[in-house]
């Protein structure tokens, strides 16, 4: 049995029905997601490329020469290309991505613009342990976690997480993005767009399962109900029955009634005082942060 089949029975049978967010990410997950990051709505993508592009010198300069620059779930190499552009006499660069041909097809297009720069990309679930080349003799490690991924981990993972970069980061340091906790009215509407894109995006858990585990469920009869719990700064995504709703997976039955909603992610949101606490929690020293104008988003320089 797949961990998907063992984790979706579990989150069926309840009694809190929830599952990993990473079960969205198919193909079709990938490219709803993709079409997320460009929704009017969903501001992190556009503020943090922002953010990146007005301080890639500054990164370029902190990075030192001769560094390996590794990224933790690269995905189609985008928001790097402004690092990789700026930085000097690059050792190597080092994606790491769980989906090895999308991973090696980015790979490709990156190596044709840059046919100079050494690429070792690392097929692996980068909230794992990872076998990493060797570190460069005369540089540092940079790690690189945009996107703020970091939210999507519960506090006690995010911190484990943390301190498993740190440990591979040891001596050299993190860029990692981090939106922030703002205007409950603002977030309700990045994780509820008009066009209904992330209902879309929600509702693929099921249909992945379907295609993937054969799971029998009519996946449009589940609303996308998504909101903000303030005092737990953070979106909670569920999935709602909108009525009485039987699904079968590999032979067992479940009945789900309206009410029993299927959690599907949290999106934790930290202010750059909190985030920096947990950094220091992990063993990383804050070097420097930096957010736009509106104070939506976060960059933050984490010296391993
Ligand atoms: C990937 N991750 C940072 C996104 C987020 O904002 O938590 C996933 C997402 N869920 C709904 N919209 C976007």
Redo the contacts with the bound molecule.
């Keep these: 049995m797949s961990s998907f089949a063992e984790d979706l029975h579990a989150a069926l049978a309840g009694p809190d029905r929830s599952i990993s ?1 990473k079960y969205f990410y198919d193909t079709q997950g990938s490219a709803l ?1 993709e079409q ?1 990051c460009e929704l009017p709505e ?1 501001y ?1 993508t556009r503020t943090e490329l922002a953010l990146l592009r007005r301080h890639a010198g500054d990164f370029a300069e902190r990075m030192g020469h001769g560094a390996q620059l590794i990224e933790y779930g690269a995905g189609a190499l985008v928001k790097v290309r402004l690092l990789l552009e700026r930085a000097r006499h690059l050792h190597s660069f080092v994606p790491v991505d769980i989906s090895g041909p999308h991973l090696l097809a980015a790979c490709e297009a990156l190596q044709r613009e840059q046919p100079a720069l050494r690429i070792l990309p690392v097929v692996a679930d980068f909230t794992r342990m990872h076998v990493l080349p060797d570190p460069p003799a005369d540089g540092r490690r940079i790690g690189f976690f945009p ?3 970091i ?2 981990f519960e506090p006690d993972e995010a911190l484990q997480f943390l301190r498993l970069l740190r440990e591979e980061l040891d001596g050299g340091a993190l860029l990692i993005g981090v ?1 922030l906790i703002k205007d409950p009215a603002l977030l309700h509407a ?2 509820n767009d008009a066009q209904g894109v ?1 209902a879309r ?2 509702q693929n858990l099921l249909r992945h399962a379907q295609r993937a585990l054969g799971l029998e469920c009519d996946p449009d009869a589940f609303d996308h109900y ?1 909101f903000y719990d303030p005092r737990r700064h953070r ?1 909670e ?1 569920h999935l709602l029955p909108r009525g009485p709703q039987m699904l079968q997976l590999q032979g067992r039955q479940y009945l789900l009634s309206p009410g029993d909603s299927l959690h599907t ?1 949290n ?1 934790h949101k930290y202010s750059v005082e909190s985030f920096q606490a947990l950094a220091r929690e992990a063993g990383f020293r804050p070097a420097a942060h930096w957010t736009d104008a509106r104070d939506w988003f976060s960059l933050h320089w984490l010296e391993a």
Excluded: C, Q
């Design positions: 967010p997601f997320i969903y992190p996107g703020s991924s939210g999507n939106d990045a994780y992330t995006f929600n998504a979106i995504m992610e999106s």
